[in-house]
């Protein structure tokens, strides 16, 4: 490595962190992902992403992986239902997906690209446990139980809690109104009259301004996210039961009156997880300015938002590709013309021009995207709900018709025979 090659840092091993690392490795420049998590097995990755065709598939086929996801992806998985309290469905989308955003384990994605880096690229067990110090050196990086690291060109891609963005911005993310509680059913197979509730993609059953949002992944599990509309404080104030049966009797009772098959999405869950999720978010407008020379932020690090415009991996991927085309015109051997070799310095400065562009096209669609996840939350949990997420639906135009095996279209609610008569011909 000559004097003039920076040392590039990349803190956290999420979907962003990770393409941007492939980007730099196709183009042969070095870099190291430092993770807090000790390997990649240690956490379950959480539920199903939908990757869309400008920006996560996109971002994909800038690092040559496009394919291998097209084979991981489930078209089926984009089907959308909306059902109220009572089990009234109010709208559903073809089975079949053809809406161009196919669905891929959050898992299987990160495996994907895990195993696309050179052996040793992920530090794993390398928690970034303080904002690094810069200096003239660079910036060091200080690990819980491990030698500091001091580099060149940092880019933190760690998330909503980033150890990094203080370095650019004082703002933090603030609560959003909504809570999650997530639970899972890994055997959906065993439960087919919700296998037809949900269908093969996604179901929104919504009322009085709370949910159960289940969802279907790969293998036969089922995430079902429990969306409530409650102070920052509620879980603290009611924790969940410890004991398993508990826990779900204590979440369905906060459905009372609700058709009680829906409540099915909540006793039928793995006994574990059962845990409670905040849910945070930047304010969409957020920008920095920076003296600080080689460093950026990408994904839920520069704008963390809430989940419900389905747009923060694809944002995440589409950040990292940016920033990586950004690098290799500043550093890679083949687009650098001038002679002599530019010095660290002059290096840097190339480096920052490139990720000030960045920033530029990255704040324009954090701001669109973070303003319309606000607005699908006050629309999805408002008090009519879920009114304003059907009508928001069929604004895109009334879905084509069902084949003729799909089950009416209208569930008889409170009857539990409405259940249960279902597409299972399409799982
Ligand atoms: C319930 C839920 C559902 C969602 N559904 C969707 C969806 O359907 N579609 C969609 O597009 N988006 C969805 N999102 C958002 C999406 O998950 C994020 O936008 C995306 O994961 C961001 O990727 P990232 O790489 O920026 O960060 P992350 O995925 O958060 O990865 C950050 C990484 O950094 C590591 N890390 C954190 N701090 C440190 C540290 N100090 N030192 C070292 N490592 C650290 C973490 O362990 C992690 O591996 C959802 C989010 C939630 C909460």
Redesign the pocket.
Same mark, same amino acid.
Request: without cysteine; charged residues 20%.
């Given at each position: 490595m000559s004097s003039s090659t920076p040392r590039i840092a990349i803190?956290? $091993?999420? #979907?962003?962190? &990770?393409l941007l690392a492939r980007y730099l490795q196709i183009h042969s420049i070095p870099c190291a992902v430092?993770?807090?998590?000790s390997s990649r097995h240690v956490r379950s990755q959480?539920?199903? *992403?939908? *990757?869309h065709v400008e920006s996560?598939q996109r971002a994909l086929k800038d690092v040559g992986l496009f394919d291998q996801f097209k084979k991981l992806a489930r078209t089926e998985g984009e089907q959308l239902k909306i059902i109220d309290k009572t089990g009234a469905l109010l709208f559903d989308s073809p089975p079949g997906g053809g809406g161009g955003r196919p669905e891929i384990d959050?898992t299987e994605l990160r495996d994907m690209l895990l195993d696309s880096l050179e052996p040793d690229t992920v530090k794993w067990d390398?928690? @970034? !446990?303080a904002t690094p110090i810069p200096s003239s050196s660079g910036y060091t990086l200080t690990?819980a139980n491990r030698p500091c690291a001091t580099v060149d060109i940092l880019v933190g891609?760690?998330?909503?809690? !980033?150890?990094i963005r203080p370095l650019l911005t004082s703002v933090r993310p603030l609560y959003s109104s909504i809570t999650?509680i997530?639970l899972s059913i890994s055997n959906i197979k065993r439960h087919p009259h919700l296998i037809s509730l949900i269908g093969n993609g996604m179901a929104f059953i919504m009322s009085e301004g709370k949910g159960i949002i289940p969802q279907r992944n790969s293998s036969g599990t089922v995430k079902v996210?429990v969306g409530l509309q409650v102070p920052e404080n509620w879980l603290e104030q009611n924790p969940l039961p410890s004991n398993a049966s508990a826990a779900k009797d204590f979440v369905a009772g906060l459905f009372p009156g609700w058709n009680t098959e829906l409540l099915e999405l909540i006793h039928a869950a793995d006994n574990e997880p059962i845990v409670g999720?905040k849910?945070y978010a930047l304010p969409p407008d957020l920008t920095w300015s920076t003296d600080s020379k080689g460093i950026a932020l *990408?994904?839920? $690090? $520069?704008h963390?938002?809430s #989940?419900f415009a389905?747009?923060? @991996?694809? &944002?995440?991927l589409l950040?990292?590709s940016e920033i990586g085309a950004a690098l290799v015109e500043a550093l890679a051997p083949k687009t650098r013309k001038s002679e002599p070799p530019l010095s660290l310095q002059e290096t840097l400065a190339e480096v920052d021009k490139g990720f000030r562009n960045y920033e530029l096209a990255m704040w324009k669609r954090a701001q669109k995207n973070g303003r319309k996840s606000a607005a699908s939350l006050d629309f999805m949990f408002a008090d009519d709900s879920p009114a304003g997420i059907v009508k928001f639906f069929n604004s895109f135009g009334p879905p084509p018709p069902p084949p003729p095996m799909l089950p009416p279209l209208i569930l008889d609610s409170g009857d539990s025979k409405g259940f249960g008569q279902g597409n299972s011909e399409y799982i």
């Open positions: 803190v956290g $091993a999420g #979907p962003g962190g &990770l430092y993770e807090r998590e959480g539920g199903s *992403l939908d *990757l996560g959050r390398h928690f @970034v !446990s690990f891609a760690d998330g909503a809690w !980033s150890h999650f997530e996210y999720r849910i *990408l994904g839920d $690090a $520069a963390v938002m #989940p389905g747009q923060g @991996v694809n &944002l995440a950040d990292a």
